[in-house]
């Protein structure tokens, strides 16, 4: 996608909505932009219609605002909280079938090096932890198998927030949640360790109060997939209708729950990203 597929057709300058010009005019697009830009810039996300302090719209924002090339991307995403925020994304993003987002994603991936042999594109997997971990933990894990060339990005709330609270197997072990009111029985799922088992080239693990590390994660990460294959983010976003916390402490609690971020590079990665200056 170039930029000047995103520009306004002449004459239509002054019909178009106010928020499309700016995107035109302000918009990432075509520009070397990170996470220490924002404010400075038209976002690719702003209004959202999930709950106040939502710490999944917060870690959508700094992914978001962290793609290293947005107008050559394109987020593929499942059921989940995060689908009902992705129709406000200005970006190309894809609704898959709760829990097909990784097969959507090997495809896409795969035919996109097919077309554009000599340009980047992108392919994201965005998806909560029933998505990535529970309900598509075999497309997840088979798509790491094979070495895929794209980034998953678990958005992890710690439950099934959109369907009233159930625990899913990202809820910590002995946490109660509305659905689940005796506590959880088992531990939370070792994803991260699952990730490198699988063979993901980068692995890393934050949350959204560590911003700026959290925004040097994704661009690594996509670097990494676009060249090496497989690379995975888990970004713990707590959920303050179901956890039962003011929406004001949504950091707070990230940084209580994830205090000291992860981060596992291979041998061929690590060499990529210094070639790289990341």
Request: charge should be neutral; hydrophobic fraction near 40%.
């Amino acid at each position: 996608m170039k930029k000047g597929i995103a520009t306004i057709s002449p004459g239509f300058e002054d019909i178009m909505p106010e928020e499309y010009r700016q995107l035109v005019v302000e918009g990432p697009f075509d520009r070397d932009l990170g996470l220490g830009d924002l404010g400075t810039f038209k976002e690719l996300i702003e209004e959202h219609p999930l709950c106040a302090g939502c710490g999944l719209a917060i870690g959508i924002r700094l992914t978001i605002a962290s793609l290293p090339s947005p107008e050559n991307t394109i987020v593929v995403g499942t059921t989940g909280c995060n689908s009902i925020l992705m129709p406000q994304l200005a970006l190309h993003n894809i609704h898959s079938v709760f829990g097909n987002q990784s097969a959507i994603a090997t495809g896409l991936s795969r035919a996109l090096r097919l077309r554009y042999p000599n340009k980047h594109k992108d392919v994201v997997v965005i998806a909560g932890d029933g998505g990535v971990g529970d309900i598509g933990f075999s497309s997840t894990m088979h798509a790491w198998f094979r070495n895929e060339k794209f980034t998953t990005i678990m958005l992890d709330n710690e439950g099934y927030s959109n369907t009233g609270g159930q625990e899913s197997g990202m809820t910590r072990q002995g946490v109660a949640v509305n659905m689940a009111p005796t506590g959880k029985k088992y531990p939370k799922l070792p994803l991260v360790e699952l990730a490198k088992t699988a063979g993901c080239a980068y692995v890393a693990a934050v949350n959204p109060a560590l911003a700026r590390r959290l925004g040097k994660m994704v661009r690594r990460a996509i670097l990494v997939a676009r060249e090496i294959g497989s690379t995975y983010i888990q970004v713990l976003v707590p959920c303050p209708t179901n956890y039962k916390f003011s929406p004001s402490e949504t950091l707070k609690k990230a940084k209580e729950l994830n205090s000291k971020p992860v981060e596992y590079i291979s041998a061929e990665a690590e060499q990529l990203l210094k070639e790289a200056g990341e």
